[in-house]
């Protein structure tokens, strides 16, 4: 069974960090681009980042570029997303997925994990 | 940057009825390659989104006959020829071809009347 399980949310304060893990199993992680997106609470979906098959090309979208970091790990078929200096309006719900297509979006996501910035 | 506008926002509908959502981009979805990518995810009530349409109209393995996506250059609809229960939920549509930024729209609630 295709799978994606994230960790690693929780409550932080504003200006602090957290990084977020994605384990996959039940299908070849090396060969599918990955990527995250987040929904603030009562809203819609947002893409955060992708990165290639082997790490070789990252993007962001600019509200996180310099602030986050996607990056993964084949060997442990895992992702994460390194988070610095957390702001309010980063407080959300974060969706690890996968794409075999980067043209046709995310076609499996995980249960999703939540980070929320408050002080 | 895309952008992507749905109406309506939300879309009270009778079982058995159809429904129809439009997605609007301010470009043109069209790629060099001279598909075009635009996508339409559903996510039901307390659960993660999952693809329903790739592009415009080609439906994921497991989707209802029921759902159908059309449309072309800046204009795309999701119709649900008759809704049943289990359809309710928020509906995303999503740009891929003005890759690597992706945008989704801000999604239409169906709802039960």
């Known amino acids: 069974e295709v799978q994606l399980v994230e960790s690693g949310g929780g409550l932080v304060q504003p200006g602090g960090s957290l990084r977020l893990s994605c384990a996959a199993s039940?299908?070849?992680?090396?060969?599918?681009?990955m990527s995250w997106v987040r929904q603030a609470p009562g809203k819609g979906l947002e893409w955060v980042a992708n990165i290639k098959q082997d790490g070789s090309e990252k993007y962001y979208v600019d509200s996180v570029k310099g602030r986050f970091t996607i990056s993964r790990d084949n060997a442990k078929n895992s992702l994460y997303l390194q988070m610095n200096s957390l702001r309010a309006e980063d407080t959300a719900v974060y969706y690890c997925?996968?794409?075999?297509?980067?043209?046709?979006?995310?076609?499996?996501w995980g249960q999703g994990t939540t980070v929320t910035v408050s002080s | 940057d895309v952008v992507m506008t749905q109406s309506p926002l939300s879309l009270p509908v009778t079982l058995g009825q159809p429904a129809s959502i439009s997605c609007r981009s301010s470009q043109s979805l069209v790629h060099s390659d001279g598909n075009t990518y635009l996508n339409w995810f559903q996510q039901r009530p307390g659960q993660s989104p999952r693809r329903l349409i790739y592009k415009v109209s080609n439906r994921d393995s497991g989707v209802p006959d029921r759902f159908s996506g059309s449309g072309s250059g800046t204009d795309f609809t999701l119709k649900i020829s008759r809704v049943e229960a289990e359809d309710v939920g928020v509906y995303y549509c999503?740009?891929?071809?003005?890759?690597?930024?992706?945008?989704f729209g801000q999604g239409t609630k169906v709802e039960i009347k």
């Open positions: 997925a996968s794409m075999v297509n980067y043209y046709y979006g995310m076609d499996v």
């Open positions: 999503m740009q891929g071809t003005h890759w690597p930024q992706w945008t």
């Open positions: 039940g299908f070849t992680f090396s060969s599918y681009w």
